[in-house]
């Protein structure tokens, strides 16, 4: 059963920065699409940014422009959400979710569509920006 694992996340102050990684076993890194998404406390989760099987497609919500960036290393079956200049805001669990080929991610962001394409899920990391 493929199995994904977030980490990175952590207490950061306004203006600071974190890396987030996803550990993907169980399925191979380079046919899978990644998505992050994230859940603030009483919200609904949303889709923070994708990337396309090869990195070289990446889609972001507008909070997210300018500010993250998402990458991947399928050589170490990882995935990455770079996140600067982090605000209150971005106050959340974030999440990686994988889909074969998929292109539900990009949906998500670009016209609303749910999330329930999306095949594999990791338990999550907190990041909790605060001063």
């Known amino acids: 059963q493929p199995q994904l694992v977030e980490s990175g996340g952590g207490l950061v102050e306004p203006g600071g920065s974190l890396r987030l990684s996803c550990v993907a076993s169980g399925l191979t890194l380079e046919h899978y699409a990644f998505g992050w998404f994230r859940q603030a406390p009483g919200r609904e989760r949303e889709a923070v940014s994708c990337?396309?099987?090869?990195?070289?497609?990446?889609n972001y919500a507008d909070s997210a422009k300018g500010r993250f960036t998402a990458s991947r290393d399928n050589s170490k079956n990882t995935v990455y959400l770079q996140m600067n200049n982090l605000q209150p805001e971005d106050t959340a669990v974030y999440y990686c979710?994988?889909?074969?080929?998929?292109?539900?991610?990009?949906?998500?962001?670009?016209?609303?569509?749910?999330?329930?394409?999306?095949?594999?899920w990791g338990n999550g990391t907190l990041v909790t920006v605060s001063s």
């Open positions: 979710a994988a889909e074969f080929f998929g292109m539900t991610c990009p949906k998500v962001i670009v016209v609303g569509m749910a999330d329930s394409g999306m095949e594999y």
């Open positions: 990337i396309s099987t090869r990195g070289d497609s990446t």
